[in-house]
């Protein structure tokens, strides 16, 4: 019997997790929920779209389990927070047709494409999310962080709140410092201080506040 569970989220990104779990997963998806300010009862979704404020009182957690499907790392991690505090139970997808070994370690709530390949030894904390990226042995992901198309060697770190753009290559035993940002194309080859911002011409910006980070760079 398939177990139900509710996605956050409305747009593209909420659709393809819906899809995801749907179809390879043993969860049937039930409802969706958005936070009440963005909340549009004419929107026309597959499934119920319910208030988040009423979403415990609809599918109480005892019976349903949530998963956020949101892009922006800040807002990912400011929904997780409340959902655990409502009691959800946040499962991760790993898809089936990704490649990985049987040590992955995955925390709640993160979502690993079909695209991705992984490594021995790889750890990826809660709230994470990977699209079609390679990741080395013995790499480590923290927490509400996000990799799209991105590639590292073996031993790296990714700090918190981290985004890994397009075809961004990290290189092995190299620390990424929290709230980063490596943008498209980018090669690094060093360690890299907290709050940074490296583009693809070689240029970086330090000590952005976080905030700005997520409203500006992780939408």
């Excluded at 907290?194 to 939408?219: A, E, M, Y």
Aim: contains cysteine; positive net charge.
């Amino acid at each position: 019997m398939r177990k139900n569970i509710i996605v956050y989220g409305i747009g593209k990104y909420a659709e393809y997790v819906s899809y995801a779990f749907q179809e390879d997963s043993g969860y049937e998806v039930v409802a969706y929920t958005i936070e009440d300010h963005l909340y549009d009862p004419h929107l026309q979704l597959k499934k119920p779209l319910v208030q988040f404020s009423k979403i415990h009182q609809n599918f109480p957690p005892e019976e349903n389990s949530l998963f956020i499907a949101v892009g922006n790392n800040q807002i990912r991690n400011r929904i997780f927070k409340m959902a655990v505090e409502l009691g959800y139970t946040l499962p991760s997808y790993i898809s089936s047709q990704c490649r990985k070994w049987n040590n992955l370690i995955v925390g709640r709530n993160t979502f690993i494409d079909e695209g991705c390949v992984l490594q021995p030894f790889v750890q990826i904390g809660d709230n994470c999310v990977l699209f079609t990226s390679n990741i080395g042995h013995h790499t480590k992901i923290c927490n509400h962080s996000l990799m799209s198309g991105a590639k590292t060697g073996g031993n790296v770190t990714i700090g918190e709140y981290s985004y890994i753009g397009l075809n961004a290559s990290i290189k092995q035993n190299t620390k990424i410092g929290e709230n980063s940002i490596i943008g498209m194309n980018c090669a690094i080859e060093k360690d890299t201080p907290k709050n940074s911002v490296f583009s693809n011409k070689g240029t970086v910006k330090r000590d952005i506040d976080s905030q700005v980070l997520g409203n500006r760079f992780l939408g």
